[in-house]
């Protein structure tokens, strides 16, 4: 597909070819030359008009409201909601722009070439100080996406691979040689690195089901799930560790491994955008373990790093058609597939080396696992 940033191009190449017309004397030439520009002229009205496709109902305007992400207030004027980055234009009389924040108002304008832009006007949320006279915000800018449905994600690893794990270290045994440990015991621990922070904390994972490919070989394996235990802070580093059980949202146990805790550094801004290049994978499973995917609920895509997967990246789901018989054919009952239908959008908010998590977006039907992956 064509996009906006193309129409540049279209209209350059239409002035050069206007200037080599205008020399050129050969009349055959000339009428060649005018049909390549009708034709660039043509493919670019209908590629912008394809790009960018509003609702018939949509607002001339709309006031942010506290909860609201971008997703939400693009959905109000746009059939594509993820095309919002492409029809933002912000005032840059506003100070930090790339902010939005409840009560700024919305509002639909119309460029030159009749092209959909989306401005914004700030709002008013100032608080009052003494005994001086000083306005600031009360509130905070509105999100991309709902992070409350994904930050429980965002930092610690939760997908692991064989390497990964066997370099780990992990839990050999509780206080008095218990088995089990919760938030407030001491544990300790093989295999730790010690670090130059005596203090250093560990994420507590418990390895889970492997990800593999639809059909796939027993050993031909994604990554492994990696559930979130507890956090653990050295109390001493040697062999074994000692460490202090803290924040646990379930029994630590023997043999379960530990991951120095990091700053999440992910780019939460969640622009979207789609793939450079096409995407052909499928849904392998649901992160609360249902078989039925709803709208703002994670999956697990078996496409990473390695397949070209990006932080951002917008896909559509496709339910596989169903197979029926078709028992007016000449071959009586032969087996017909029925057209994929269209089941969502998600997107991709963390990536790993050959698995992805996205968020369900938008959700026209019941999703599964093993449902198909494409670009929007």
Same mark, same amino acid.
């Given at each position: 597909?064509?996009?906006?940033?193309?129409?540049?191009?279209?209209?350059?190449?239409?002035?050069?070819?206007?200037?080599?017309?205008?020399?050129?004397?050969?009349?055959?030439?000339?009428?060649?030359?005018?049909?390549?520009?009708?034709?660039?002229?043509?493919?670019?009205?209908?590629?912008?008009?394809?790009?960018?496709?509003?609702?018939?109902?949509?607002?001339?305007?709309?006031?942010?409201?506290?909860?609201?992400?971008?997703?939400?207030?693009?959905?109000?004027?746009?059939?594509?909601?993820?095309?919002?980055?492409?029809?933002?234009?912000?005032?840059?009389?506003?100070?930090?722009?790339?902010?939005?924040?409840?009560?700024?108002?919305?509002?639909?304008?119309?460029?030159?070439?009749?092209?959909?832009?989306?401005?914004?006007?700030?709002?008013?949320?100032?608080?009052?100080?003494?005994?001086?006279?000083?306005?600031?915000?009360?509130?905070?800018?509105?999100?991309?996406?709902?992070?409350?449905?994904?930050?429980?994600?965002?930092?610690?690893?939760?997908?692991?691979?064989?390497? =990964?794990?066997?370099?780990?270290?992990?839990? %050999?045994?509780? !206080? &008095?040689?218990?088995?089990?440990?919760?938030? /407030? *015991? $001491?544990?300790?621990?093989?295999?730790?690195?010690?670090?130059?922070?005596?203090?250093?904390?560990?994420?507590?994972?418990?390895?889970?089901?492997?990800?593999?490919?639809p059909g796939a070989k027993p050993g031909d394996?994604?990554?492994?799930?990696?559930?979130?235990?507890?956090?653990?802070?050295? =109390?001493?580093?040697?062999?074994?560790?000692? %460490?202090?059980? !803290? &924040?646990?949202?379930?029994?630590?146990?023997? /043999? *379960? $491994?530990?991951?120095?805790?990091?700053?999440?550094?992910?780019?939460?801004?969640?622009?979207?955008?789609?793939?450079?290049t096409p995407v052909e994978g499928q849904i392998?499973?649901?992160?609360?373990?249902?078989?039925?995917?709803?709208?703002?609920?994670?999956?697990?895509?078996?496409?990473?790093?390695?397949?070209?997967?990006?932080?951002?990246?917008?896909?559509?789901?496709?339910?596989?058609?169903?197979?029926?018989?078709?028992?007016?054919?000449?071959?009586?009952?032969?087996?017909?597939?029925?057209?994929?239908?269209?089941?969502?959008?998600?997107?991709?908010?963390?990536?790993?080396?050959?698995?992805?998590?996205?968020?369900?977006?938008?959700?026209?039907?019941?999703?599964?696992?093993?449902?198909?992956?494409?670009?929007?």
């Open positions: 597909m064509i996009r906006l940033n193309s129409g540049k191009l279209i209209n350059r190449g239409i002035i050069v070819l206007m200037k080599v017309l205008s020399v050129k004397k050969n009349l055959v030439f000339k009428k060649f030359l005018s049909l390549i520009i009708l034709g660039l002229v043509v493919t670019g009205s209908v590629a912008l008009a394809d790009t960018i496709k509003l609702k018939a109902d949509h607002p001339d305007k709309y006031t942010v409201v506290k909860g609201d992400t971008l997703w939400d207030i693009s959905a109000h004027f746009l059939q594509s909601p993820w095309k919002w980055p492409e029809v933002w234009s912000y005032n840059p009389q506003i100070e930090n722009p790339h902010l939005i924040y409840p009560g700024d108002v919305v509002y639909l304008e119309y460029d030159a070439q009749g092209r959909p832009i989306l401005r914004v006007s700030r709002g008013q949320a100032t608080v009052k100080m003494s005994p001086q006279v000083h306005a600031t915000r009360v509130d905070t800018p509105i999100a991309s996406i709902p992070l409350n449905a994904i930050e429980q994600f965002l930092g610690e690893p939760r997908v692991l691979s064989q390497r =990964e794990i066997d370099n780990a270290g992990y839990v %050999l045994s509780g !206080k &008095d040689a218990r088995l089990m440990s919760g938030s /407030g *015991d $001491r544990i300790y621990a093989r295999g730790l690195i010690p670090g130059e922070d005596p203090n250093s904390t560990y994420a507590v994972l418990r390895i889970g089901k492997p990800y593999r490919n394996i994604l990554g492994y799930e990696a559930l979130h235990v507890a956090d653990a802070r050295v =109390e001493d580093f040697g062999d074994p560790s000692t %460490l202090r059980v !803290k &924040d646990s949202t379930r029994e630590t146990l023997v /043999g *379960d $491994r530990l991951i120095p805790k990091k700053a999440s550094g992910l780019d939460q801004a969640f622009i979207p955008k789609p793939p450079e392998i499973a649901v992160i609360d373990g249902v078989s039925r995917v709803g709208q703002f609920q994670t999956v697990v895509l078996n496409q990473g790093e390695q397949d070209g997967l990006e932080t951002g990246h917008v896909l559509a789901v496709f339910r596989a058609g169903k197979v029926v018989r078709d028992y007016n054919a000449k071959k009586r009952g032969e087996k017909v597939t029925l057209p994929d239908e269209r089941a969502g959008i998600v997107l991709v908010y963390r990536t790993f080396d050959r698995v992805s998590y996205a968020l369900v977006m938008e959700a026209e039907r019941d999703m599964a696992v093993y449902d198909y992956v494409r670009n929007p």
